[in-house]
């Protein structure tokens, strides 16, 4: 059974969420790019009540996917809060409704704490948002590729 807790609540899961994030952003997390994967996870895992803040999904006990809910995440659309980021599922588990799951969890989460939509924006998930029911908003072009911008239901 899936279920998912904040961040804050599990930070003895940090080194697994790091790995994740590395593996998943190698270019954005390597030693000379421009993420910084330490500080990002130690923001994820700071406050339940403040921005940002991570998510990891369980099956039974098992870790299986992370996602944040972000203030931030496209330098040119700061207009619109939060954001949906950095979701990732394991591999083998991909496809069997974990980052589904993940959105809702982030969503519900977001309105406790009083935002009534949640943004994201991607071009890997496209198919995910779709099914999940999020609407697209825009087309851009982030960081030289093109990206779909989506809202969450109301």
Same mark, same amino acid.
């Given at each position: 059974?899936? +279920?998912?807790?904040?961040?804050? %609540?599990?930070? =003895?899961? !940090? ?16 030693? &000379?790019?421009?993420? &910084? ?21 369980? &099956? &039974?006990?098992?870790?299986? $996917?992370?996602? /944040?809910? !972000?203030?931030? +995440?496209i +330098? ?12 990732y599922?394991?591999? /083998? %588990? =991909?496809?069997?409704?974990? $980052? ?16 009534? =939509? ?8 496209v198919?995910?948002?779709? =099914?999940?029911?999020?609407?697209p ?7 030289? !590729?093109?990206?779909?911008?989506? %809202?969450?239901?109301?």
């Amino acid at each position: 059974m899936l +279920s998912a807790q904040p961040l804050p %609540r599990v930070p =003895r899961l !940090k080194p697994v969420v790091s790995a994740w994030l590395l593996s998943e952003w190698p270019s954005w997390y390597a030693e &000379d790019g421009a993420g &910084d994967l330490l500080g990002d996870v130690n923001a994820f895992a700071t406050s339940e009540l403040e921005l940002p803040v991570g998510f990891v999904v369980f &099956d &039974d006990d098992e870790p299986v $996917g992370f996602g /944040a809910l !972000k203030q931030v +995440s496209i +330098s040119t659309h700061t207009h619109l809060a939060p954001w949906a980021a950095a979701g990732y599922v394991v591999p /083998a %588990r =991909r496809g069997q409704g974990v $980052g589904a799951f993940l959105l809702q969890a982030i969503v519900a989460h977001a309105k406790a704490i009083g935002y009534g =939509r949640v943004y994201c924006g991607t071009s890997t998930a496209v198919t995910l948002m779709n =099914r999940a029911g999020w609407q697209p908003i825009e087309h851009i072009t982030h960081a030289g !590729k093109p990206l779909i911008i989506f %809202r969450s239901g109301a």
